[in-house]
């Protein structure tokens, strides 16, 4: 069974710092990988979607990195903003034709001004 | 375009009632997903509709749940008998075909059974 792990469970920075979000996963044979945003009473918003074969996606300030066979991924955000403050998921797709994803607990971040 | 939307936002019950969730997806897709997610924890996939039917209804937890999507465009989740660990925001997705890579989120129902 896939477990999905995230490390760590909240983070709190000052504005304008660099920070890193980590995402594990138990089982590689994953199609892709999806990071979401959560913003409060808010549904789930796609950040950035990795492909298996893939090893890296970037969009803007974000860039998510993939390594499959250790079954890690990571999420870069830069200069870091207080409107960056969300709880971030990352989900995996599995191999095998479910379309269901399996999602890790979230790592809650807070940017301070 | 509308996004994916969810009625009613938040639902309060009594253990023991029955209750409707209902999901309007996004226009045109065929591919609906209902997930739960307790407090502090992530999604936790619950059913899959490919058009009218259920796909992969793997992760509804006991025979008290129960989806349908007759028309393959608005879908309701059912609970019968709720108990209170059936409290939980429950989140519908949908995405344009089966297998396309992008889920797009509602923002939820927020059910609490007391």
């Known amino acids: 069974k896939q477990e999905v792990t995230q490390i760590p469970a909240a983070l709190s920075v000052p504005e304008g710092e660099n920070l890193v979000l980590n995402c594990s996963f138990t089982?590689?044979?994953?199609?892709?990988l999806q990071w979401f945003r959560q913003d409060p009473g808010k549904g789930l918003t796609s950040l950035l979607l990795i492909q298996s074969s893939q090893r890296e996606q970037t969009s803007g300030r974000l860039n998510a990195s993939l390594d499959k066979s250790s079954g890690r991924s990571t999420l870069y955000i830069a200069a870091s903003q207080p409107g960056d403050s969300a709880t971030y998921l990352c989900?995996?797709?599995?191999?095998?034709?479910?379309?269901?994803?399996?999602f890790g607990k979230g790592t809650k971040l807070t940017v301070n001004p | 375009g509308a996004g994916v939307s969810q009625t009613p936002s938040n639902k309060v019950t009594e253990k023991g009632k029955y209750v409707e969730l209902r999901c309007d997806p996004i226009s045109g897709h065929t591919a609906l997903y209902w997930y739960r997610q307790s407090l502090g924890q992530g999604p936790e996939f619950l059913i899959y509709?490919?058009?009218?039917?259920?796909?992969?209804d793997s992760g509804l937890p006991n025979d008290r749940f129960f989806a349908v999507r007759p028309e393959g465009s608005v879908s309701t989740l059912k609970i019968q008998r709720t108990e209170r660990g059936d409290s939980a925001v429950y989140l519908c997705a949908s995405s344009l075909i089966s297998g396309a890579d992008t889920q797009y989120f509602g923002p939820g129902t927020r059910l609490t059974v007391l």
């Open positions: 089982d590689s044979a994953i199609y892709n």
């Open positions: 509709f490919q058009g009218t039917g259920a796909a992969d």
């Open positions: 989900a995996v797709r599995q191999v095998g034709g479910s379309e269901k994803l399996v």
